[in-house]
């Protein structure tokens, strides 16, 4: 590649770090940059799951007080059903043929930008207990869904704990972290067999969305938390525009 493409990749992966670590969405900007520099749809996908999944373990470390006041069994069992469903949609993803996943992308930003749009009133639901079985019943869904395309995970997982009764915004967000972190790591395993992943690309993005977290989080978060949400949304909607009219 030339160096305006590692340009516009490493640009991406510093961006989507800094994203992930505050409103999310970084998914938006790595996935598209790939496929316009000439990487294929499902191989741009495997890939852009290896470039942020390092941002979900800072993640998780950073709640281990919360991790730590729940119960063993729960984590586990969780951390099962996620690494299962994780790769059931890699799996899932390797077998569909590319030319359906690349009619299937722009949909599926276009549903990943919804969500994130939606995020506010999903996650603000709170509904009461649910029984065990109905919530990683959810679960399992939710992680096929990210082990096949990545955008909007964290949302989706928030909005399932909300929904199921999970009453503290501080565990939710641990347990998306861990289970992200989980699902991300099986996942990636599955890309990695296969050989789906473009590695000179992943491993450089990963190490500049490592820097954008750490480093771009910190200007992130003195801007209004409406623009961020606001430039994340305008985001999907131009990148599924854009994919469509590849099509």
């Known amino acids: 590649m030339n160096p305006e493409t590692w340009i516009l990749l490493l640009t991406a992966a510093l961006a989507a770090g ?33 470039a942020v999944s390092p941002g ?52 599926l930003l276009l549903f990943a930008t919804a969500l994130f749009a939606l995020a506010p009133w999903l996650t603000g639901r709170r509904g009461g207990a649910a029984h065990p079985a109905a919530r990683m019943a959810g679960l ?27 009453t503290s ?27 789906a992943v473009a590695w000179p690309q992943a491993l450089a993005m990963a190490a500049a969305a490592t820097v954008g977290g750490y480093a771009g989080a910190r200007v992130a978060r003195r801007l209004p938390a409406k623009l961020l949400r606001s430039g994340v949304i305008a985001t999907g909607l131009v990148m599924a525009a854009l994919f469509f009219a590849r099509g």
């Open 56 to 107: 979900y373990l800072g993640s998780t470390l950073g709640f281990r007080p919360e991790l730590a006041a729940l119960p063993r069994p729960r984590l586990w069992a969780e951390g099962a059903v996620c690494a299962a469903g994780g790769l059931a949609g890699a799996g899932l993803l390797l077998v569909t043929p590319a030319k359906l996943f690349s009619a299937l992308v722009p949909w």
């Open 140 to 166: 399992a869904c939710v992680a096929v869904y990210g082990g096949y395309f990545n955008g909007g995970l964290g949302i989706l997982l928030m909005a399932l704990y909300a929904i199921t009764g999970e």
């Open 169 to 195: 915004i501080n565990t939710a967000n641990a347990l998306k972290n861990l289970n992200s972190l989980v699902l991300s790591l099986l996942s990636v395993a599955a890309f990695a067999w296969a050989g």
């Open 18 to 50: 800094a994203l992930n670590a505050v409103a999310g969405g970084g998914s938006f900007l790595t996935f598209p940059a790939l496929v316009f520099a000439g990487v294929p749809p499902i191989a741009a996908n495997a890939t852009s799951a290896v």
